[in-house]
């Protein structure tokens, strides 16, 4: 007992000692460690972030200014001209040391045998057979940025770096003063002209009477297919239609003829370019795109050639295997797509979140639902592509075509890959975002107001149309932009169910029926592909993969931003709410 | 045996002895609850409750927390039906009508009556929008005839000279009084046979409560109200009858006065007096 006592004294006077030390509060306790773990994940993320951007902006940004063009005279004797692409630092084999000059020997042996080179790119691809050459520094005897050396881009085998030596106008030698002689520009224009000439007829005229020349075979055979090739009615429609054949294979002479005048008209304006090596090559003036002397620009002349480019990228469709020229079906495609996804996605995924919200039995089968739907966005998306491929292109496409076009079979009409299936795919594979969303926003609609609208004699179909969805509308619209994002940059999938390397054709025109949802469409995601990885050159194709980058950046921000604004403005109605 | 359910048994034994001593209105009796008995799963909430509303005046349900006042009230309008697991035994008749009746159109059952909640819930929309919503979902589309109702509904809501200049602003940008008189003004919209209020004015300051029980003694005698209330001085203040419930069992029911300066049972002598509660 007295023992007791003690310890309780003991610790009686011990008491005041350890509150003393309990008033500092530890780290630990405070989460000092923990915060700056936080912390330091957020930085890491916002870190990554802004370098992607940077280097995606500082590199798409740059690729359309003009660059100076060099030429370099080697110790060989080699001359090269070119853009200079990039440096670096590198180590020559040691029998290339040993055949160069003493200083040159000791001056790498000073850097461990390291010695820098520049990267060219050459143009002239036509005569050179190669698109970039290294030029070791130890090479180098003199480097010049002559005046005269014009950047000249073309329509076909890609820019030229060189001098124009003379051109032809409708066959007679002209004498060359510089770009911008009256003459020159005079007839460049006139032959882009006629080069544009040339295009609309072989693309909308001649297009059309192949389309009707279609159409009627299309109709004979449909004739056939219905009342078999012995019928009256077949050899009715056969006379019929062969003598519309006859009159359209007149019309499409007059027009290969028309064409072929234009181009007998702009094969007599020619223009000989000559690059630094001597060699010459003849090209027509509507092969010419756009020529500028590299080394001789103004700031104001930059900015045009940088905006024109811009324009070109944006408005025109592209050339060169892609690798030149815009980009401009693959910005359409990429927006019917998503703008057609989100018409099938947002109501089937906020139908099916209401369902699951508010009228179905809470219970076990809801739950696995729910779980299901949450484990849907994380099949990997190619097997959405499969999935579509096999389910929306053959099996429905296929059935589609065998009902309505079976007058076209074996072609495939809605039976293979196109803008339809490639939207219908990316709403399966974004659909339970837009649920998820959806049935969290109905969810946090406070009971009050369903009980309100409930008490006022509101059927539970009225209160979720005039409370319940208005309420959550932000929440669903915040869904949305999650799967229009996602949809908007998901490329794997596609490259199965209807987005090809060049279309045609746009999926909108102005022939019958205005939208064409069965057919193929370019995607600027696939083309970041096809440009970076596909293509002849990865090298070449470098400065578009950053542009086109930038561009599909830019229009997923501006779709987003449009949302939010939406969004926003919905969210303001519900401004002052106590709840 | 704890004291609560030993209360309780000795209360279910006496509960035909439920003191009655109510004031009549004239106008005949509008609802009449007939032996309710009410479970939430096993728990059971009400028993045998057994009362008349009549017409036109105010009918006041005081308790205590958990006294079953407020599951009460919302078995009039039938709300409870959308809570799980819910058991009812019993009548409640409305002007004669049997509404668990299960040929009963619960939504028409509801538009019949208006109902008050104890936090504001003005809708998302408009002023005007929000008091003619229960005409809204009622199918009238006669401009005219809206317009009229929302002014009128407005005024004897005393809140028409406050808003007629913004009817067309939202309603969330009232102050907490005036969205409780907004619903009042909703609730009374569709001429409501009768008008529950549950706890009106617990989440309002005092000068707010002043205006909406003054409301309530303007709207008696047009329309039959029933009101929950916690606080006692405010039954006392606005109803003409008052029924007190304890532990899901009416105790005493009967005139306001009565009950709060003479009651018949010693439980309410004991609560209104503030020995429990």
Redesign the interface.
Known sequence: MSAMTETLEASAETVPMSRARARRTDMRSRGEPALWSLGGALAIGILMILGFLVLVLSNGIATFVPKPLRVVTQTDGKVTAGEPFRSEVFKPVPQDVAQLSPEWQEKIKAANGYVDRTLYRLGNFDIYGEDFRWVPEFLVAKVEQPKNLLFIERSEWGPFIGTVKTFKVDGVDQAFSGLDDAKFTQVHEQSRERAQAIRKVERSDIGKVNRALDDGRLALRKIELKDGKDSAAYRAADTRFAAQNVELQRQYQALTEQVQKLREANAKNTLTLVEVGGREKTIDFSGLVRAYAANDLSLGQKIGVYFSRWAEFLVDEPREANTEGGVFPAIFGTAAMTLLMVLVVAPFGVITALYLREYAQQGRLVSFVRISVNNLAGVPSIVYGVFGLGFFAYVVGGSIDSVFFPERLPNPTFGTGGLLWSALTLALLTVPVVIVATEEALAAV?R??R?????????KW?TIK??VL??AMPGVMTGIILAMARGAGEVAPLMLVGVVKLAPQLPVDGTFPFVHLERSFMHLGFHIFDVGFQSRNAEAGKPMVFVTTVLLIALVAIVNATAIVVRSRLKK??????? | MNMESAIAARLDSAYESTVYHLKAGGGGTVLEINDLCLWYGQTQALHHVQMTVEKGLVTALIGPSGCGKSTLLRCINRMNDLVDGLKIKGQIRLNNEDIYNRAADVIALRKRMGMVFQKPNPFPMSIYENVIYPLKVDGVRDKAFLEETCERALRSAALWNEVKDRLDQSALGMSGGQQQRLCIARAIAADPEVLLMDEPCSALDPIATAKIEDLINELAGQYTVVIVTHNMQQAARVSDNTAFMYLGRLIEYGDTEIIFQTPKSPKTQDYVTGRFG
Do not use: T
Request: hydrophobic share 35%.
């Open positions: 406070p009050s107001m009980e309100g609208s409930l008490a006022c004699g509101a059927s009225q005039y409370i208005p309420r109605r519900f401004a002052g709410s106590q709840f």
